[in-house]
């Protein structure tokens, strides 16, 4: 699947932990131009996984996605996304006309996510807490193209997540 992207835009990835949000991020897109709440976690408290630095890792967050999009830089957001008022806090962020969001859903079911997390290296998340997020993503399907996203990408199986190339669109 081809995805079109407008280049001075927002992308929110969004998906549960293990969907592949990170790996898809980094496969797609240069380092500086992804804003990952685990990132900036461990750079408040030398753990991503530390959930008592969320808030400050949030407000980090919003302030350097805020920044790049007024200087026209793509930013893309990996964080798991699922929550609409964190979507509504971001979309917030884009000036309408100027800098419109795209979503990009790593829709792939629990036992794929848990199993990913099953066998990763580092950090891994609860079967509980993917099956959370799962419900809060299914939940929010049908109204995303509502919440003020431009495009919204939905990719249900990871050969379609593996297939998918990005086309920058100059806006
Ligand atoms: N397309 C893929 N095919 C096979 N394995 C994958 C793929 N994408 C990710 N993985 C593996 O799944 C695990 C989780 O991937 P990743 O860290 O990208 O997920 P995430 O959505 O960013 O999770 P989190 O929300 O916890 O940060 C990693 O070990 C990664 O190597
Ligand atoms: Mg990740």
């Known amino acids: 699947m081809l995805l079109t992207i407008p280049e001075r835009g927002?992308?929110?990835?969004?998906?549960?932990?293990?969907?592949?949000?990170?790996?898809f991020a980094r496969k797609h897109f240069k380092t500086t131009e992804i804003v990952s709440s685990d990132a900036l976690r461990a750079a408040v408290s030398d753990d991503e996984a530390d959930q008592s630095a969320s808030?400050?890792?949030f407000q980090l967050l919003h302030l350097i996605?805020?920044?790049?999009?007024?200087?026209?830089?793509?930013?893309?957001?990996?964080?798991?996304?699922?929550?609409?008022?964190?979507?509504r806090s971001l979309l917030h962020l884009t000036e309408p006309g100027t800098a419109p969001a795209t979503a990009i859903v790593l829709n792939l079911p629990v036992d794929v996510c848990v199993a990913r997390n099953?066998?990763?290296?580092?950090?891994?998340?609860?079967?509980e807490v993917i099956e959370q997020q799962t419900r809060d993503?299914?939940?929010?399907?049908p109204g995303l193209a509502q919440e003020g996203f431009q495009h919204v990408y939905v990719l249900d199986n990871p050969q379609d997540i593996d297939s998918a190339s990005i086309l920058r669109q100059p806006s």
């Open 10 to 23: 927002l992308v929110l990835l969004i998906g549960a932990s293990g969907s592949g949000k990170s790996t």
């Open 55 to 57: 808030a400050d890792a």
């Open 65 to 87: 996605v805020a920044k790049r999009l007024r200087r026209g830089r793509l930013t893309v957001v990996d964080a798991t996304n699922v929550q609409a008022e964190l979507r």
């Open 118 to 127: 099953e066998s990763r290296p580092d950090r891994r998340v609860r079967r």
């Open 137 to 141: 993503l299914l939940g929010s399907l």
